[in-house]
């Protein structure tokens, strides 16, 4: 089974709110954006999150090639600039802005012509074989993430 058919059975239709869900280790943070932005079609994407991989950057890059995300904005933890140097970046040039503080929310907002998506989750955006869990908020019930986003300290450092 794929991971988008194994999205399909576990996350269902993306308009009854709120949906919990868990991973039980059979899919990352990011096989679910990919899911959702196969359903809502092109849409501006926030992600906030501890730590990230280059899988994560990947998958993002490949969305964004295929028409799937039209602006993406990052925001990660600082301990994000331990990381090598070049796979920070590779961030950059993938997501319209990265911003480094103290985040150590692990959630995404989706938005579309038609949707808006909002997750919040216990799994950061790396491969994740973990049992992980999440709620996933529709429509007006979603705006709730994107005010969290609004209010993030966005005086943190862009890398």
Known sequence: MTK??????????????????FTEGR???YHLLSYLLSKTGEADV?????SYSEEFIRTV???????LIRLS????????????????????NV???VFVGNFHEKMFYIKSKTHRIGVIQTANATPNPAYESGII??????DCIMNQFT???????MI
């Open 4 to 21: 988008h058919e194994l999205l399909t059975d576990v996350i269902g239709d993306i308009s009854q709110s709120p949906k919990v869900f």
């Open 27 to 29: 899919w990352s943070s």
């Open 46 to 50: 926030y992600i906030s999150t501890f």
């Open 61 to 67: 890059m490949k969305l964004k090639s295929e028409g």
């Open 73 to 92: 904005f990052l925001y990660a933890n600082v301990a994000v600039k331990r990381y090598k140097s070049d796979i920070n970046r590779f961030v950059t």
């Open 95 to 97: 997501f319209y802005g």
């Open 137 to 142: 908020f529709f429509g007006d019930d979603a």
């Open 151 to 157: 209010s993030l300290d966005l005086n943190s450092k």
